[in-house]
């Protein structure tokens, strides 16, 4: 059973442009979330996608946007990078319980590097 | 709002030895508190959780954490470690009625021989 996948997993970008990152949750979970973690931080919640819809939002900025396809896979787009979006991109995904997000399960992250 | 306080950034400790890493919450609903383990250039792996019931969790590699509601703390604890135990240790507590996780900024545990 594979896990939560991500791709690319390491990437370098300049400022200004726009990144796509891609996530496969794991089989059977049906809501996927996002995080950052910068270098020396504990992760920070982004959006969390469930039924292909956002369903709450962390303190980021519009640039930050997401999606989630039918089959459950989602994407993280951020678009006029700036330097500090410098980090590592967690993807995770969880099944819906009785209204709760269940145990997270993470993948092994995309590493962007803004230049 | 939630927020989540590991005391300790780095904790060196020797091989055998046991170890406790803190983490305090704040949280003005009930919450569910984990702690989740990062090893290097891998992602977040869980390692225990607490959501109801036993105050007193533990993991399948010699881990325990302990909810105590009085003193808004959620530490683990370990009574003899290895080598292989070092690793980042991030705690982590959700609200109940929200869907996001709020993270501790982690700490560093590093083993020695």
């Known amino acids: 059973d594979a896990g939560v996948t991500q791709s690319p997993t390491h990437l370098i970008k300049t400022r200004g442009q726009q990144v796509t990152l891609r996530c496969s949750p794991k089989s059977g979970h049906d809501t996927v979330s996002w995080y950052q973690q910068a270098l020396g931080q504990g992760p920070q919640f982004i959006f969390q996608?469930?039924?292909?819809?956002?369903?709450q939002r962390g303190n980021f900025p519009d640039r930050f946007s997401g999606h989630q396809f039918p089959n459950y896979s989602s994407e993280l787009n951020v678009n006029a990078l700036l330097l500090g979006d410098s980090a590592l991109y967690l993807c995770?995904?969880?099944?819906?319980?009785?209204?709760?997000?269940?145990?997270?399960?993470f993948g092994e992250g995309s590493r962007l590097t803004v230049l | 709002a939630q927020s989540v306080t590991q005391l300790d950034s780095q904790v060196p400790v020797f091989e055998e030895a046991p170890v406790e890493l803190r983490c305090n919450y704040s949280s003005s609903v009930s919450v569910y508190l984990f702690w989740y383990v990062q090893y290097p250039n891998q992602g977040l792996q869980l390692l225990l959780k607490?959501?109801?019931?036993?105050?007193l969790v533990e993991s399948i590699n010699g881990f325990e954490a302990e909810f105590n509601k009085s003193q808004t703390s959620f530490h683990l604890r370990k009574p003899s470690v290895h080598i292989s135990d070092t690793a980042e240790y991030f705690c982590?507590?959700?609200?109940?009625?929200?869907?996001?996780?709020?993270f501790g900024t982690g700490t560093r545990l590093k083993v020695l021989a």
């Open positions: 996608y469930y039924e292909e819809e956002e369903r």
């Open positions: 995770a995904s969880s099944l819906i319980s009785g209204g709760v997000t269940g145990e997270l399960f």
């Open positions: 982590a507590v959700s609200a109940s009625g929200t869907y996001k996780y709020i």
């Open positions: 607490y959501l109801s019931g036993s105050t």
